[in-house]
């Protein structure tokens, strides 16, 4: 009998079922002068290396900010605290490398949707504008504001008129 020493729990790693698909929650140890933290980092599974062997690996993306991030962990890595399996997708593929062309798409198609405005207006331009509106008025249009006037108050209209 060979008595295994590893800071890790290698039974509970090789039975955890990680699949491509899944939403994962890794607990990551990061030492940063002389003090360890715990920094999660939850994402989706886009693929698994190796199987359950020593050297297996699984990488992990999400999306952050607007730019995708991917990291791969080892699967016995002593810096894992922990890997919560938060849910699980149904996805036809052991390898999930098209998220990644699918999120650029998405960007893209939202981008064609913006439109770019050339025109630059300053307040001098905007106080020009209105002026010529003004000058533009012919005496037609101007009895239509009044009586659009005189139907809004026509209370105010008589008392005028007496």
């Known amino acids: 009998m ?16 990680i699949r491509a698909g899944d939403t994962v929650r890794v607990h990551q140890k990061i030492q940063e002068k002389g003090k360890t933290r715990i920094q999660i980092f939850e ?5 698994r290396k190796h199987g359950r062997e020593a050297g297996g690996t699984f990488t992990v993306r999400r999306t952050s900010l607007g730019i995708g ?10 810096n894992i605290d922990k890997i919560e399996i938060t849910k699980r997708s149904k996805v036809r593929r052991s390898k999930l490398y098209h998220i990644r062309d699918k999120a650029a ?22 106080e020009e504008g209105q002026e010529d509106k003004k000058e533009e008025s012919t005496p ?21 008129a007496e």
């Open 69 to 78: 991030v991917e990291k791969i962990f080892p699967l016995y890595s002593p």
């Open 140 to 160: 037609e249009e101007e009895k239509v504001v009044e009586e659009e006037k005189v139907q809004e108050n026509p209370e105010k209209e008589e008392k005028a």
């Open 105 to 126: 798409k998405e960007i893209r198609r939202q981008m064609r949707n913006v439109t770019k405005m050339d025109t630059v207006m300053d307040s001098a331009d905007r």
């Open 43 to 47: 994402g989706l599974v886009i693929a």
């Open 2 to 17: 060979e008595t295994v020493i590893s800071p890790v729990n290698i039974e509970q790693r090789r039975e955890l079922d």
